[in-house]
């Protein structure tokens, strides 16, 4: 066994020589004649040297001069060191002490005194050693114990594991906690410290991952954070987070401390999250922001490949709702939804809905296009339970320009529509220039608008209401016209919604009331057998907080009875401010007003709100319920809205009369009164002055 060494220091060699026979069979012994050699050696081999003898005086460098060095450095801390003094006295063991001496012995030695007294020295010094380093030894032992306990507790996998450069050598488990194993599916094996990952029950794929990027090309420093699923016997995953630190690398492996977290909660939450905010509840394809990003990416992805973008929309969706419920609404979006889904190829072409009855595609143009989605929509509702008749219209536009947003896309399929909305017999449009030329129309008009009125371009003409039986006329609608000195005579639906759109309509509207209280007066004043003549208020007059105040003071301004004056609200209005339009209409009745509800039927009416809204007549829409069309369903939407105004006792006019054969199915349904070019077209005044 190797030897302690033992250096002795002193300048006359018979001391030395004394010393070194009394130690030189338990030490290895090093001798210097002063501090300055005895401090070479030291810096050199003070690892092994375990005990230092030293004499005070000295040429050179002396004993207290060597300990006061040796005092400054920790590294010859662990270095006993006696001083060899010529005189027992109190100041140089005070000395000696302070310099971190252990003893001092006293010339002349006795040999044998001085041999047991280091002995015992070192043995006392060596125990204590050993004992506080047991001392530390079972601190850390219970800190150990501790944390090991603690760590076992924890909600997570703790482990410490090695991973091997090749994926073939797998992932070793050194150490891991009790949730590891429990909750893991880590097996110990044989070792009882391996676990093999081809025991485990992780998704192939997903840990190889890990392991590829996390081991050789990372910083130590690193902490590599992943996921990878663990399949539950039911067959369904569990997510696990692990977050692993490299604490030390060799050429064909790496050891990480790692820690493992079951994360499938939050990821499924997290995807739940995303879905919502991706997926429309209802139908579960792509919402609209999805739907316009996707289509993006594709055409950008695609600049080579034309593409259609259709737009869908259920005519009349609204009335369905009210007629059939809301479930019945939703269950026909469904069907929508499904009927895209099974018959869209879903690598070429996105879809999704827009929002309530809107629906959209985007997919690579091929041939026959157009019939295979007419027959789709036409044949969607084939197998449908009940016989609804829903129409459902579509938009095409075929893209030119990839860049162009989806939105604007969408926007011209929908301006496709649109220009067929009502029309029964064309149930596609596709989107064309002149649809943009008609935008252009209109800024031609709101161009021309305000001089229009001013120059009294508008004429007020007039249109019988009749009774179905009689045929008397009982009433008239005032319908306006815009004599246009270049265009000729323009019908409302070339401009109203122009107007609409700019709020010009309520200067129109104001001007169209006067003129027929003006012509109420004129009829007064010339005696004829008068009726009351209504008037129609767009939705926009509706947030007009003066409507009331000007009817009322242009019947006072031509003293007309009120109940002369009717005005006819269109549905809309309702649908869009349910509460103000409410509130206008008492406000008029209150001056004694006839309320019209108009257009009953136009696509979003609804017989819940006749029960909310205090009109007195409605008026049918003749046109959205073509009686030639034999479909049961049709018939039953009309006799139900009869039947439900006169239970609400509503008058019932019947608007778009235009074969005597409509007249005989109304009356057939309890309904008595009619307007349409069946009795008359909107006249001039003079001309309906010879109807009354
Ligand atoms: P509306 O109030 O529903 O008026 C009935 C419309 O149906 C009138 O069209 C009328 O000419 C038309 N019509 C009447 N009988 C028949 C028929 O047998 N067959 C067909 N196919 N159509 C018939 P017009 O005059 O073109 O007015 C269209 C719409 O413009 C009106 O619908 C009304 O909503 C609006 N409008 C007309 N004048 C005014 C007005 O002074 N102010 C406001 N705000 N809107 C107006
Ligand atoms: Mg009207
Ligand atoms: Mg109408």
């Given at each position: 066994?190797?030897?302690?060494?033992?250096?002795?220091?002193?300048?006359?060699?018979?001391?030395?020589?004394?010393?070194?026979?009394?130690?030189?069979?338990?030490?290895?012994?090093?001798?210097?004649?002063?501090?300055?050699?005895?401090?070479?050696?030291?810096?050199?081999?003070?690892?092994?040297?375990?005990?230092?003898?030293?004499?005070?005086?000295?040429?050179?460098?002396?004993?207290?001069?060597?300990?006061?060095?040796?005092?400054?450095?920790?590294?010859?801390?662990?270095?006993?060191?006696?001083?060899?003094?010529?005189?027992?006295?109190?100041?140089?063991?005070?000395?000696?002490?302070?310099?971190?001496?252990?003893?001092?012995?006293?010339?002349?030695?006795?040999?044998?005194?001085?041999?047991?007294?280091?002995?015992?020295?070192?043995?006392?010094?060596?125990?204590?050693?050993?004992?506080?380093?047991?001392?530390?030894?079972?601190?850390?032992?219970?800190?150990?114990?501790?944390?090991?306990?603690?760590?076992?507790?924890?909600?997570?996998?703790?482990?410490?594991?090695?991973?091997?450069?090749?994926?073939?050598?797998?992932?070793?488990?050194?150490?891991?906690?009790?949730?590891?194993?429990?909750?893991?599916?880590?097996?110990?094996?044989?070792?009882?410290?391996?676990?093999?990952?081809?025991?485990?029950?992780?998704?192939?794929?997903?840990?190889?991952?890990?392991?590829?990027?996390?081991?050789?090309?990372?910083?130590?420093?690193?902490?590599?954070?992943?996921?990878?699923?663990?399949?539950?016997?039911?067959?369904?995953?569990?997510?696990?987070?692990?977050?692993?630190?490299?604490?030390?690398?060799?050429?064909?492996?790496?050891?990480?401390?790692?820690?493992?977290?079951?994360?499938?909660?939050?990821?499924?939450?997290?995807?739940?999250?995303?879905?919502?905010?991706?997926?429309?509840?209802?139908?579960?394809?792509?919402n609209k922001e999805l739907f316009y990003k996707k289509t993006q990416e594709m055409l950008i992805n695609n600049l080579n490949i034309n593409y259609v973008v259709v737009c869908l929309d259920v005519e009349k969706f609204k009335l369905i709702n009210d007629l059939y419920g809301l479930e019945e609404g939703d269950k026909i979006l469904k069907t929508i939804a499904k009927c895209i889904k099974l018959n869209m190829n879903s690598e070429k072409s996105v879809f999704g809905r827009l929002y309530a009855d809107h629906f959209a595609l985007c997919f690579e143009k091929f041939d026959g296009y157009l019939d295979k989605l007419v027959y789709l929509t036409k044949n969607c509702f084939a197998n449908y339970p009940i016989d609804l008749n829903v129409i459902v219209k579509l938009g095409f536009y075929e893209v030119e320009n990839h860049t162009i947003t989806v939105n604007k896309m969408c926007d011209r399929a929908n301006l496709a529509i649109d220009s067929i909305k009502g029309n029964y017999k064309k149930i596609y449009a596709f989107y064309q220039e002149n649809l943009r030329n008609e935008l252009i129309e209109e800024q031609e008009i709101v161009n021309e608008m305000y001089k229009a009125l001013k120059n009294e371009q508008f004429n007020v003409y007039y249109q019988p209401k009749c009774n179905l039986i009689t045929g008397e006329v009982i009433g008239a609608e005032a319908l306006v016209r815009w004599n246009h000195p270049k265009k000729g005579i323009l019908t409302p639906n070339k401009f109203i919604k122009i107007f609409e759109k700019s709020g010009f309509i309520t200067n129109m509207d104001e001007f169209v009331w006067e003129s027929v209280c003006r012509q109420l007066r004129k009829w007064l004043d010339s005696g004829y057998k008068i009726v009351p003549i209504s008037v129609n208020i767009s939705r926009i007059d509706i947030y007009n907080k003066n409507l009331c105040n000007t009817v009322a003071s242009v019947l006072r301004k031509y003293s007309i009875p009120a109940d002369l004056l009717h005005i006819e609200i269109t549905e809309t209005a309702y649908t869009e401010n349910p509460k103000q339009l409410i509130e206008i209409i008492r406000k008029l009745k209150k001056i004694g007003i006839i309320i019209e509800m108009d257009d009953f039927g136009d696509g979003y009416s609804s017989l819940n709100m006749l029960s909310e809204v205090p009109v007195d007549i409605l008026k049918l829409d003749l046109k959205f319920l073509n009686?030639?069309?034999?479909?049961?369903?049709?018939?039953?939407?009309?006799?139900?809205?009869?039947?439900?105004?006169?239970?609400?006792?509503?008058?019932?006019?019947?608007?778009?009369?235009?074969?005597?054969?409509?007249?005989?199915?109304?009356?057939?349904?309890?309904?008595?009164?009619?307007q349409g070019y069946f009795f008359s077209k909107p006249v001039e005044p003079y001309e309906f002055e010879k109807l009354l």
């Open positions: 066994m190797k030897k302690n060494k033992i250096l002795i220091v002193d300048d006359i060699e018979v001391n030395r020589m004394i010393l070194a026979e009394l130690f030189k069979d338990d030490y290895d012994v090093i001798e210097a004649e002063n501090g300055l050699v005895a401090f070479d050696i030291i810096s050199k081999d003070y690892e092994d040297i375990a005990l230092l003898i030293v004499d005070i005086v000295m040429p050179v460098m002396n004993g207290f001069e060597l300990l006061d060095i040796l005092s400054k450095n920790v590294l010859y801390s662990n270095i006993v060191k006696i001083v060899i003094s010529g005189a027992d006295d109190e100041e140089n063991k005070r000395k000696a002490i302070k310099y971190g001496a252990s003893d001092l012995i006293v010339k002349p030695f006795e040999p044998y005194e001085i041999r047991n007294r280091i002995k015992n020295l070192m043995t006392n010094l060596e125990t204590e050693k050993l004992r506080e380093e047991n001392n530390k030894l079972r601190e850390y032992f219970k800190i150990r114990s501790k944390f090991e306990n603690f760590i076992d507790k924890i909600p997570a996998g703790v482990a410490l594991c090695e991973i091997g450069k090749d994926i073939k050598d797998g992932l070793r488990v050194i150490y891991a906690n009790d949730y590891l194993y429990n909750e893991f599916g880590f097996f110990k094996d044989n070792n009882d410290t391996y676990v093999k990952q081809n025991n485990t029950s992780i998704v192939k794929g997903d840990l190889d991952n890990i392991i590829k990027c996390s081991i050789f090309d990372k910083e130590s420093s690193e902490t590599v954070v992943d996921k990878f699923r663990i399949i539950n016997q039911d067959g369904t995953y569990s997510w696990t987070m692990v977050s692993g630190k490299k604490i030390e690398q060799t050429d064909n492996s790496a050891i990480y401390f790692a820690v493992f977290m079951d994360i499938t909660k939050n990821i499924v939450y997290e995807n739940e999250l995303i879905h919502r905010l991706e997926y429309d509840e209802l139908t579960d394809i792509y009686p030639t069309n034999k479909k049961d369903s049709n018939k039953n939407i009309i006799k139900s809205i009869i039947y439900m105004a006169n239970e609400l006792n509503l008058e019932v006019i019947a608007e778009g009369i235009e074969h005597s054969d409509q007249i005989k199915y109304l009356l057939n349904l309890g309904c008595n009164i009619g």
